[in-house]
């Protein structure tokens, strides 16, 4: 054994060296890393919430702040919190069944209690029966199956909340696409466009300021700058009664091109939507989905921001 501090060489029992005197074989204490940017504390003190025991500041953030997935290069999405929100209360769902797709997005009602709870139990739930409906080559028509999905996932997701003062809430956007067409199925905000040389907008959004527009009420420039214009009118959750009455469209598929599917956080830094339409390349769709994200956090990102697409060929 060498001596750490004179480096004599000693006997491997000594406990001091014969040279200098100091100590050696004295055990070394490891420290853990630190882990929280806060304070410090080592990992062993960071709860499964992320959250530091030590100071009580967020010290990780949780695996929903980020999320992809890939189906095939022409089928992807991303979820991302941006950045101003505390935590990401989008979710969506994908299913590739034989030709058949599935597409659902849902945006959680921030002013709803835990909303991430109704975006990712809806999403699954729509996803799931519009699956089945596709594996087992349902006669029905793909209208009435869009939006029985969706009234569906609206009865189990209020017979499961516990809440009922304050329960959580969530908008919801699904396609279906077998064959030439597209059935999109919504309630909220959350939108769906086809792009190939042009952009359409294949939902409208249940919000105030569509409404009062409809009706007369206001003008679209003084509707537009109301407090309460986003506001929707449509959701999901225990609260929503007769507002989680779903629309669905058809949508023949004129040729080669790209469904997207997405929430607010995306389009409302788009107001011309063939901005939208620049930011897709030639690229996979997971690339052209995560450009889609890092565009509307370079905006600001102010929202929670979703984004599937479906490229068609």
């Not at 030590?54 to 979820?79: K, N, Q, W, Y």
């Not at 300021?209 to 009118?233: D, F, K, L, R």
Request: with cysteine.
């Amino acid at each position: 054994m060498e001596c750490p501090f004179c480096t004599a060489t000693l006997p491997d029992d000594d406990a001091f060296c014969e040279e200098c005197g100091k100590p050696v074989n004295t055990p070394v204490a490891v420290q853990e890393p630190q882990a929280c940017p806060n304070c410090g504390a080592p990992e062993s003190e960071i709860a499964e919430d992320g959250f530091c025991d030590r100071c009580g500041h967020r010290a990780r953030r949780p695996p929903s702040d980020h999320l992809e997935i890939v189906v095939s290069p022409d089928f992807a999405g991303v979820s991302d919190r941006g950045l101003k929100h505390q935590r990401n209360e989008d979710r969506f769902a994908m299913r590739q069944a034989g030709d058949g797709f599935v597409l659902v997005v849902c945006d959680g009602v921030s002013s709803s209690t835990e909303s991430e709870l109704a975006s990712s139990a809806v999403s699954e739930h729509v996803a799931q029966t519009l699956e089945k409906s596709l594996l087992r080559h349902s006669q029905s028509s793909p209208e009435r199956t869009v939006r029985v999905a969706i009234e569906a996932a609206q009865e189990a997701l209020t017979a499961a909340t516990v809440n009922k003062s304050d329960p959580p809430s969530t908008t919801v956007v699904a396609a279906i696409v077998n064959g030439p067409d597209a059935v999109i199925g919504w309630a909220g905000d959350s939108r769906a466009y086809w792009i190939d040389a042009e952009v359409q907008q294949l939902t409208t959004d249940h919000s105030w300021m569509n409404e009062v527009i409809t009706a007369g009420v206001m003008s679209a420039e003084s509707a537009a700058h109301a407090p309460q214009a986003h506001g929707i009118t449509r959701w999901l959750g225990a609260d929503a009664v007769e507002n989680a009455h779903p629309d669905v469209v058809r949508f023949k598929i004129p040729g080669p091109g790209v469904l997207l599917l997405c929430t607010d956080g995306l389009w409302n830094y788009a107001e011309d939507p063939t901005e939208l339409a620049k930011l897709l390349g030639a690229g996979s769709c997971l690339e052209d989905a995560r450009h889609l994200i890092n565009y509307a956090n370079e905006q600001g990102g102010h929202d929670n921001i979703t984004a599937i697409l479906l490229r068609l060929q």
